[in-house]
């Protein structure tokens, strides 16, 4: 009974959020504004958007990759006859641990950002149809329809440059080797020894499959000059074939605490 009160609870409670036809949705687990940084007019044709999540405490959505389970935000555009829409720029993802599981995702504050180019001197309101999968210990489906007018100034401050990870120019794996459980990988990059912090080190893969979520990898800075070093991090390997070989890989690395770089194509 209190099992079928929760699925009628969760159904309504799902229905008020995708009802709500405006710029900002508030559910009992977050609340989520649909905001832009500068507004379009006659030296703008492409603005940032963004969607801020406020998560109440305990609770987090997820990243591209969301580690062991889970599902990232995905959004719908209805007027995309009027506008150009990049993807996603995802911040630097948390390493979140529930029992046995890790999954890479977000919680207290983020803004998930992407850039919106028009293709006209038009500018209606930008309509989205917004799906996110929020968690605590359990998971709950969401899904708002959500307006914003990009001709107005923006009302909310928000930074969309924080928590995103640079790009990164001079990169290569150097080798990576698979041996028994572990993945092995000597990664040169374009960084100082002095700013790599090794208890900081960190990486979060966009593909799935590779490497296991739950533990960072063990690092240490084998070498450096001219303002590179040689990295080796040792992964726990998600590998199913021990005779795989792989060449590269991409994702975002983790050199301290305040500092994340992509490793990306």
Not at 6 to 28: D, E, K, M, Y
Not at 71 to 83: G, H, M, R, T
Not at 180 to 200: C, F, R, S, T, Y
Not at 249 to 262: D, E, P, R
Request: charged share 20%.
């Amino acid at each position: 009974m209190r099992v079928l009160l929760w699925l009628v609870l969760s159904l309504c409670l799902l229905g008020i959020a995708h009802a709500q036809n405006r710029s900002f949705v508030r559910t009992p687990e977050a609340t989520i504004h649909f905001v832009h940084e500068t507004k379009f007019d006659a030296e703008n044709s492409s603005v940032r958007v963004g969607f801020f999540f406020q998560l109440e405490p305990h609770w987090h959505i997820y990243w591209r990759n969301p580690g062991d389970s889970g599902l990232p935000p995905k959004v719908d555009w209805v007027n995309s006859q009027s506008y150009h829409f990049s993807d996603f720029d995802w911040p630097t993802p948390k390493r979140i641990r529930i029992n046995i599981l890790a999954n890479y995702g977000y919680d207290n504050e983020i803004l998930l950002p992407l850039t919106v180019t028009r293709k006209s001197k038009e500018t209606p309101q930008i309509e989205a149809n917004l799906s996110w999968l929020v968690c605590k210990e359990e998971c709950i489906p969401r899904q708002a329809n959500l307006l914003l007018d990009p001709t107005k100034t923006p009302s909310f401050n928000i930074d969309f440059d924080k928590g995103q990870a640079k790009s990164l120019k001079r990169w290569e794996w150097k080798s990576l080797k698979v041996n028994e459980q572990k993945l092995v990988a000597n990664l040169m990059v374009g960084i100082p020894a002095q700013d790599i912090e090794i208890n900081e080190i960190d990486f979060f893969p966009v593909e799935s499959g590779i490497i296991k979520a739950f533990h960072p990898p063990s690092a240490k800075v084998l070498s450096s000059e001219n303002g590179s070093s040689l990295l080796q991090m040792v992964f726990e390997s998600a590998l199913n074939d021990s005779n795989r070989k792989i060449d590269s890989f991409y994702g975002i690395l983790k050199v301290s605490s305040s500092q994340s770089y992509k490793l990306q194509k």
